[in-house]
């Protein structure tokens, strides 16, 4: 007859009845019944033990320790609340949370491209606040992809070491004020699984930390199309927004054209307007050296995005003072002016002739 045992609720090793803490990874297992159960059952072996290669996204808030108790509880309170609405989509196996006191280590597990993602979300609402109101504060911004271990901490909960928070802690520290830095080893992932996002990325030359070792960074260079976005006003030529039925969300996802003549690739934000290079054009997104991209308009689209869905609308040229309005298509049907068409990742996108492709950062 089995002996009666207890099954360490976080990593699944089989103690002696008797025991108080697990003898594999000391977790406290007093309050756990003697069970049987899990000798047919047993539970997943212990993250200690597995090593992961994950990215993680670290993320200090500008001059924390120089601002009052109260002035830091209020942006304590509200950077926590932009965390959990930026990790809602990911599974908490899937990733680890941790608190440094003046910011957070955001460790994605299961898909690496993830800390951009987050991080794009969380600087389209820093980007977005205004000095005059509180809360009102700035973010360093870094990004590395190495191995990690997981282990439990002194209050029970999962805490992470190895070379994959210390250099991502090192790339943050080379940051200024919300700019997004990221390593050699995450740019060279992203770039291998789309070579069109190499000019998203600038190369920032070799910096040294205070121990002396060097790390190789890269600059995520759409923080400044989203600081434009932030403060630029929109022409006033531009037709408002029709109304898709939906709410739109400020932290949204990030598209970008993939010219299919060439290595031009366009970032697209949410109400940037697209349209053919020119001083007096006005368009956020301004297209040359394409070939056909003089039959382009000035102001030829606008993108939008509400519920998690991007949307192309094709600007009426008409209501520009404009005599006629050259054709936008996607995937070879011809789309009406003024009303809000759905796009997904990979469609075929052409404006008067040039041929885009559709790549959705998320």
């Known amino acids: 007859m089995a002996s009666f045992i207890k099954i360490c609720p976080h990593c699944g ?19 756990v019944s003697p069970t049987m159960d899990s000798l047919t059952n047993p539970m997943p072996p212990t993250d200690s033990k597995r090593t992961f290669i994950a990215s993680t996204l670290f993320l200090d808030i500008v001059g924390y320790s120089k601002r009052s108790v109260d002035d830091q509880l209020n942006c304590k309170r509200h950077f926590n609340m932009l965390i959990s609405k930026a990790m809602t989509n990911i599974a908490e196996p899937d990733r680890v949370l941790l608190d440094t006191g003046d910011g957070a280590a955001l460790c994605f597990l299961e898909n690496p491209e993830e800390a951009l993602n ?35 901490d002194v209050n029970s909960q999962r805490n992470v070491l190895g070379d994959g928070i210390n250099v991502a802690q090192r790339i943050v520290s080379f940051a200024k004020p919300n700019q997004l830095l990221v390593s ?65 969300h400020s932290a949204t996802a990030m598209v970008y054209l993939e010219a299919a003549c060439g290595s031009q690739v366009y970032p697209v934000l949410k109400g940037s307007v697209m349209g053919q290079a020119h001083p007096e054009g006005g368009a956020d997104v301004q297209i040359s ?21 991007w949307y192309i609308i094709p600007i009426d040229q008409h209501s520009l003072g404009r005599d006629f309005t050259n054709p936008t298509t996607l995937n070879g049907q011809a789309l009406n002016v003024g009303k809000p068409h759905p796009l997904q990742h990979g469609d075929k996108l052409e404006l008067a002739g040039v041929v885009f492709y559709v790549r959705v950062l998320e």
């Open 13 to 31: 090793h089989q103690n002696a009845a008797q025991e108080n803490a697990c003898t594999a990874c000391t977790y406290y297992i007093g309050s």
């Open 118 to 152: 987050v991080a794009v979300r969380l600087l389209r609402v820093i980007l977005s606040l205004k000095k005059t109101q509180a809360p009102y504060y700035q973010l360093y911004l870094g990004i590395n992809l190495g191995p990690i271990k997981i282990m439990q």
């Open 289 to 309: 050296d394409l070939e056909g991209c003089q039959y382009i308009h000035r102001q030829h689209c606008r993108f939008e995005y509400a519920n998690q869905q």
């Open 184 to 248: 050699r080893s995450f740019y060279e992932l992203v770039v291998s699984l789309n070579q069109s996002r190499k000019v998203l990325f600038k190369y920032q030359g070799i910096h040294v930390d205070k121990h002396e070792r060097e790390h190789e960074a890269y600059e995520f260079l759409t923080t400044k199309l989203l600081a434009q976005q932030s403060v630029r006003p929109k022409p006033t030529a531009t037709p408002q927004a029709p109304n898709t039925g939906v709410v739109n």
